[in-house]
């Protein structure tokens, strides 16, 4: 609340609904904490007209597949889709917009041209070097100058924001219903025994830094202490199989492919396993999924990324292995599943470092940087005079290349 009453808050996700990712479960679970405290919340997202949305969520219209940070990101562009950024904003007279990745190309950065008044954008990349960031830049230079706060969804992000935009943010993390993942009970499909543990892994299946594959190449010293053992891929794509087969030929049935899960069943499934493996090799800014197996009870061991190395406080909250090192995944998962005492220990530890990523707690921390964005600014936002000449400014480019 500010002064009493509560905000309008206009959310902007640059990628698609049709095929959700991280950013877009934490736009759909920030808005949700933030309209249970009682403020007013519309999210501006590509989808397609006939795909199913919230019904605080506006559709953007359909979007386009790019390459982007190592994944295929759905995101839409152009002057149609500014018209639809204008007539968004007009409508929405908000307190505070609320831009995620407003350097992406896509609806943040219309966004961003386009308005004027309380901006707050969050960053949620982790990237050493970036080739899109460095082409984003002139476009978007003077731009930022616009935006009121900044937030990194974790260090990782926040040294890529000023290592390659300038300025610096305040770290929020993402969040998670602790709650719900604490709660949700197992599920007899899933769960295993001390001679035949069971491992899970959630991702796409068809994005390398997932790392799928270091995971199976480390399957084969699993199978050679526990023969029992299982390993759970949860996630979509169509490599999976052919990849298990290929690495263990034989032994491939030891991988069970679950496909996509519900959100339900993704918390029965963590909840269920010995151990959940997070064999990411790059491009990861924090590890939402991590935290919410912690949420679960469930022991995480994970490649030493810096972000999962920082969610799992260096190995006290989870187990790291060597990132990419097959070797060390295989006689880590050994070893930790050998050890009751050692899961029971990092659990417990975790268990108690999960609360600071509670939506309650995250939410606190976003509304406090909405009141001073208010405070600082004029509100509700409106339409930034200067934005056509950027619209011009995109066309130009885009006649150009």
């Not at 562009?77 to 950024?85: D, H, I």
């Not at 993942?181 to 599920?187: I, K, L, P, S």
């Not at 830094?209 to 399957?219: E, F, N, S, W, Y």
Request: overall charge neutral; aromatic content about 6%.
């Amino acid at each position: 609340m500010t002064g009493g009453r509560p905000l309008r808050v206009g959310i902007v996700c640059p990628y698609s609904f049709d095929v959700p990712g991280g950013v877009q479960f934490h736009v759909r679970d920030l808005a949700e904490s933030l309209i249970e405290r009682g403020h007013e919340v519309s999210v501006l997202a590509p989808a397609a007209d006939d795909t199913p949305v919230p019904p605080y969520l506006v559709a953007a219209g359909r979007a386009v597949p790019v390459h982007y940070n190592g994944s295929v990101a759905r995101m839409t562009f152009g002057p149609v889709t500014a018209g639809r950024v204008r007539r968004w904003l007009a409508a929405g007279q908000f307190d505070v917009l609320h831009l995620h990745e407003p350097v992406t190309p896509s609806l943040g950065m219309l966004a961003l041209w386009i308005a004027d008044g309380p901006v707050v954008a969050t960053f949620h990349t982790s990237l050493v070097r970036s080739r899109p960031l460095q082409m984003a830049y002139p476009l978007v230079r003077q731009s930022l100058e616009k935006i009121s706060l900044r937030i990194a969804v974790s260090e990782d992000a926040r040294r890529t924001l000023v290592e390659h935009l300038g300025g610096d943010a305040v770290v929020i993390p993402n969040g998670v219903w602790v709650d719900t993942f604490a709660g949700a009970g197992t599920d007899s499909r899933w769960t295993g025994t001390p001679q035949a543990p069971t491992i899970a892994f959630l991702g796409r299946l068809d994005e390398p830094r997932k790392g799928l594959a270091v995971l199976l190449r480390a399957v084969g010293t699993v199978l050679e202490a526990y023969p029992g053992a299982r390993v759970l891929v949860a996630g979509s794509g169509e490599t999976g199989q052919e990849q298990a087969r290929d690495v263990l030929g034989p032994r491939a049935g030891a991988v069970e492919f679950l496909g996509g899960v519900s959100e339900e069943d993704k918390a029965r499934l963590l909840a269920s396993v010995d151990v959940y493996c997070a064999p990411q090799t790059g491009g990861e800014s924090f590890g939402i999924v991590l935290v919410e197996a912690m949420s679960a009870g469930t022991t995480v061991v994970a490649s030493d990324l810096g972000a999962f190395s920082r969610v799992l406080e260096h190995g006290e909250a989870g187990v790291l292995f060597r990132n990419g090192d097959a070797a060390d995944l295989g006689a880590t998962l050994v070893r930790v599943l050998g050890d009751p005492q050692l899961r029971a220990r990092v659990s417990a530890h975790a268990s108690r470092v999960v609360r600071r990523y509670d939506w309650s707690a995250v939410t606190d921390q976003v509304l406090a940087v909405y009141e001073m964005a208010v405070a600082g600014g004029d509100a509700p936002v409106g339409e930034d005079p200067s934005s056509l000449r950027g619209a011009r400014l995109i066309e130009l480019r885009r006649g150009r290349a």
